[in-house]
């Protein structure tokens, strides 16, 4: 502990005392289930896709473990019988008297259940309606930014990321049940709200007959306006006043850094100056492929798309700025498959033979997607196979060919890829809890089976070689091939077999050859995924890694690499004493994996740190300035990350900040502030041990990280 009090508020970044706890909340209004109970209305749940469940109820009880009013929820759901993925019931609770909010406002509750509620419900969804103020929302309290969401998924009500902490709390209904104390911050910058809304969502396809859930101590609070603040962090260097990131993390000293490109990467920009791969969060994702081929719209008359728009809208410049700003810097795609911003047209396409729109009888298919446009249209796997199979042979040979039949040219060269998402956050969010526990080498059923992915293996999902999974790799495979992948091309190429006749419609070959395509080295191919943190989770993916790999080495056309190569972990955290460690679980599954041949590497892909309300120091959302604690806690975790990442460096390829400055996802925090000055967590990164030993007061809440990363060998 340093114990000279004048180190307490310098400016050296690696060295700070407690600097005090801060505004602490109070309680600035409780609900009273005693006496206003009978105010307590149902109430339509404010997700436009849940509708009000009437079987569903709600009454107040005493307290079956203390004294008190608890409300007693009694929820049922069938999504047979309602058409709809998921269920829903909200209650309405009047405040007597309208009272003003901001961005310091939380809801907090009590939560009890039983160990049956266990992959039964998805989240709290917690929303008011507003009066005044900006930023506010109507008084209709219509679906909008004024609402809050608290997840309660299988790792949640475990506590699993919770401290790890036995929440058993007594004995009802014959059952033990568990509490757990639930807060959110609601994000309205001002107003005042008249009634408070909670909603229930049920899990994705669950049916929920005899749902019994409790909530009490019902309570909004705020900070203490009379308590004494921390000070603000002050940043004192620009981004150019210290040294280079990639300085330190560099291909040479184990995995490269990176950013998303968004902003300039001039090499006098702090993109530029500080990191060597760029990826763009939103530029080559589906939704690129504007309209449906021209053999497509022949063939099919109720496809819904602009007629004025061109087939492709490739951001060809934003990616040439980046390969000419210097020679050095290297380029990440993302992505070419995923359920998100794909175009209106795909999302139109269902498999043939599948005739539910949701999970079947054994749980097999789910053919949702995100805006499905209707009409539906059922299609063929060949079709299906044809549009995607032409899909990424466009966008990756766009930028890794000079062919003008992908729109490049001997002039314009080849733009190198270093990697690509081929697959985007296929396995479902939450499926894999209690799929993995009936069986440990289960991962089809656990994915998502988006449907217009889904309509390329139809009703052969359940073989390898046939499944979409493997065959968008495949294809990815093909795309940018290695010599030994363009000699069996060639050598196969008459076996309808292993090169059908959907591959050779569309011109993607000269006379049954790729040798024209042939990269010396192609871009490594990844599955992007994230809540790796979760076993259920890690092990599905595991599973079907291992799986597609051991496939493809049999496969006519193997060119002697893994089918999928690079695990890409999604790293949008929220900090918390176990982060790191809950990480180092899943990368240690992984190293393994890697160790035995069954993957290359795996690379952080989007990382950045937000922060719950119960760290010290409070809540913060970036891109505001942090108070002193906050800014040691976000240097802390990301010391934490960092040294983990150190000792694994062997297995990661690549790490990217998931944004150059300012605020990353989701208001969270990155490496430098809104003025590209260098906040705590860059110094925390350039030097975790000193980092870490010199903010020794926040040893307890990261209690025994450090000691279990330093200790791995």
């Not at 005693?34 to 009437?54: A, H, I, S, Y």
């Not at 505001?624 to 604690?629: A, L």
Request: charged share 20%.
């Amino acid at each position: 502990m340093i114990n000279n009090e004048s180190e307490k508020t310098n400016n050296d970044p690696y060295f700070r005392n407690d600097p005090g706890e801060g505004l602490q909340r109070i309680t600035s209004y409780t609900f009273d289930i005693e006496n206003d109970f009978q105010n307590w209305k149902p109430w339509r749940t404010n997700d436009g896709r849940v509708l009000p469940d009437t079987n569903s109820t709600f009454i107040s009880i005493d307290n079956p473990f203390g004294n008190g009013k608890l409300i007693l929820l009694n929820i049922y759901f069938d999504p047979g019988f309602s058409k709809r993925y998921f269920g829903g019931f909200g209650f309405r609770a009047p405040i007597n008297s309208s009272i003003p909010v901001d961005s310091h406002t939380y809801i907090e509750f009590d939560f009890y259940y039983s160990k049956k509620a266990i992959n039964k419900y998805m989240r709290f969804e917690i929303w008011s309606t507003s009066t005044g103020g900006e930023g506010t929302q109507a008084n209709s309290g219509s679906h909008g930014t004024n609402r809050s969401q608290i997840y309660i998924r299988n790792a949640n009500l475990l506590g699993i990321q919770n401290y790890n902490i036995d929440y058993r709390c007594g004995f009802y209904n014959e059952e033990t049940w568990f509490k757990n104390t639930l807060s959110t911050a609601i994000p309205v910058t001002s107003g005042n709200w008249e009634y408070l809304n909670i909603d229930l969502h049920t899990e994705t396809d669950t049916i929920v007959y005899d749902g019994i859930l409790m909530l009490g101590d019902i309570r909004i609070t705020k900070a203490d306006p009379n308590g004494i603040a921390i000070p603000d962090a002050v940043n004192t260097k620009k981004y150019f006043e210290v040294a280079p990131i990639k300085s330190k993390y560099n291909k040479e000293t184990g995995f490269l850094i990176g950013s998303d490109g968004e902003e300039s990467v001039s090499p006098d920009s702090i993109g530029g100056y500080h990191y060597d791969i760029f990826v763009s969060r939103v530029n080559l994702k589906p939704e690129i492929h504007q309209t449906p081929p021209q053999w497509l719209i022949k063939e099919f008359s109720d496809f819904t798309f602009d007629k004025e728009l061109s087939e492709w809208k490739i951001p060809t410049d934003y990616y040439l700025k980046i390969r000419d700003s210097s020679h050095h810097n290297k380029l990440h795609g993302h992505c070419l498959a995923w359920i998100n911003q794909s175009p209106l047209w795909m999302n139109q396409i269902i498999p043939e033979n599948v005739n539910s729109i949701q999970w079947n009888q054994d749980g097999l298919f789910y053919s949702g997607g995100y805006k499905i446009t209707k009409p539906l249209i059922k299609v063929k796997k060949e079709i299906a196979r044809r549009i995607y199979f032409d899909h990424i042979m466009y966008v990756m040979r766009h930028f890794m060919s000079t062919d003008a039949r992908y729109n490049s040219s001997e002039q314009r060269g080849i733009i190198p890829f270093h990697s690509f998402d081929v697959v985007n956050s296929e396995v479902h969010e939450s499926r894999h809890n209690f799929l993995i526990q009936k069986n440990e080498y289960e991962w089809i059923t656990s994915l998502k089976n988006v449907s217009w992915l889904m309509a390329m293996s139809d009703n052969d999902i359940n073989n390898t070689y046939q499944h979409y999974m493997y065959l968008l790799f495949k294809y990815a495979h093909i795309a940018v091939p290695n010599a030994q992948m363009a000699e069996n091309y060639k050598k196969n190429y008459n076996d309808p077999e292993i090169i059908p006749e959907y591959m050779k419609l569309d011109n993607h070959d000269k006379n049954g050859s790729i040798d024209s395509y042939i990269n010396s080295k192609p871009p490594l191919l990844v599955y992007n995924d994230y809540e790796l943190v979760t076993s259920s989770k890690s092990q599905t993916i595991c599973n079907m890694i291992k799986e597609l790999n051991i496939a493809w080495r049999i496969d006519p056309l193997y060119d002697g690499r893994n089918l999928i190569e690079c695990l890409g972990i999604q790293g949008h955290g929220t900090i918390n004493p176990f982060l790191a460690t809950n990480n180092m679980k899943a990368i240690s599954k992984l190293a393994k994996l890697i160790d035995d041949g069954f993957l290359d590497s795996i690379c952080y892909s989007e990382l950045d740190l937000k922060f719950p309300d119960y760290v010290p120091g409070g809540r913060a959302f970036a891109p505001d300035v942090m108070n002193q604690k906050q800014a040691d806690v976000l240097g802390y975790q990301y010391a934490l990350l960092f040294k983990l990442f150190d000792k694994y460096k062997k297995y990661i390829d690549h790490v990217i900040i998931w944004n150059q400055y300012g605020a990353g996802w989701q208001n969270s925090y990155v490496l430098f502030d809104h003025e590209q000055m260098a906040s705590q967590a860059y110094y925390a990164i350039m030097d975790p041990d000193k980092f870490i030993q010199g903010h020794s007061y926040l040893d307890d809440y990261f209690t025994g990280e450090y000691e279990i990363i330093n200790s791995i060998k």
